[in-house]
């Protein structure tokens, strides 16, 4: 069974820095592109990051970019989002997802990152 | 700024049918954009019913269906079961970007 499992959310203050991880199986994680999707308490989902399946291509939404960087180590089955200068506008859960022909198949519980001073 | 829309809330009957719809500020909707649809119910993760406008995943219940229809891409429920009370969002490809709509409450009543 296909598995993504967050990890690494927690409580930072504004300005701190954050990396969430995200360990996939059931699945050759090195042939697919991954993403990070977010939801902020009560709202909609967000589109944040990508990576494609060797990591050679990035993409981030503008409300992110220059803050976060998205990265993966395939040898284990590893996605990785480094968060930096956090705000909070950031406080959400984030939620890595599996691509699939452009789009979506299975996403992860998620993991919550709180930022409050 | 791309903006996809869809209908903030609707209702429909036990048993009956509704449609659900997506549009882009960019045009129309078309199969290029890749549409996907994905259902979350309180407390969950999403999880995508369909993608590439009308293909199913394996979990998909029938009673799903995806199509275009109008400029907008629609997903349409036939035969609303109480457990398809959710939130459903829709996402659109832009050749790299994805843009979700704000989603649509639907209530089964």
């Known amino acids: 069974d296909v598995q993504l499992v967050e990890s690494g959310g927690g409580l930072v203050q504004p300005g701190g820095s954050l990396r969430l991880s995200c360990l996939a199986s059931?699945?050759?994680?090195?042939?697919?592109?991954m993403h990070w999707v977010r939801q902020a308490p009560g709202k909609g989902l967000e589109y944040v990051s990508a990576?494609?399946?060797?990591?050679?291509?990035?993409f981030y939404a503008d409300s992110v970019k220059g803050r976060f960087t998205i990265s993966r180590d395939n040898s284990k089955n590893t996605l990785y989002l480094q968060m930096s200068s956090l705000r909070g506008e950031d406080t959400a859960v984030y939620y890595c997802?599996?691509?699939?022909?452009?789009?979506?198949?299975?996403w992860g519980q998620g993991t919550l990152v709180t930022v409050s001073s | 700024q791309t903006v996809v829309t869809q209908e903030p809330s609707l209702t429909v009957s036990p048993g009956g049918t509704v449609t659900l719809t997506c549009g882009s500020s960019?045009?129309?909707?078309?199969?290029?954009?890749?549409p996907n649809w994905l259902q979350q119910k309180p407390g969950q993760a999403p999880r995508t019913l369909i993608y590439?406008?009308?293909n199913k995943h394996s979990w998909t219940p029938a009673r799903f269906s995806g199509s275009l229809f109008g400029g907008k891409a629609a997903l349409t429920l036939s035969g609303a079961q109480p457990e398809d009370e959710a939130e459903y969002y829709c996402?659109?490809?832009?050749?790299?970007?994805?843009?979700f709509g704000g989603g649509t409450k639907l209530t089964v009543l």
């Open positions: 997802v599996k691509d699939f022909q452009l789009g979506f198949d299975y």
């Open positions: 059931g699945f050759n994680f090195s042939t697919y592109a």
């Open positions: 990576i494609s399946f060797s990591g050679g291509g990035t």
């Open positions: 960019t045009g129309a909707v078309t199969s290029g954009h890749y």
């Open positions: 590439r406008t009308s």
């Open positions: 996402l659109l490809y832009y050749g790299g970007p994805r843009v």
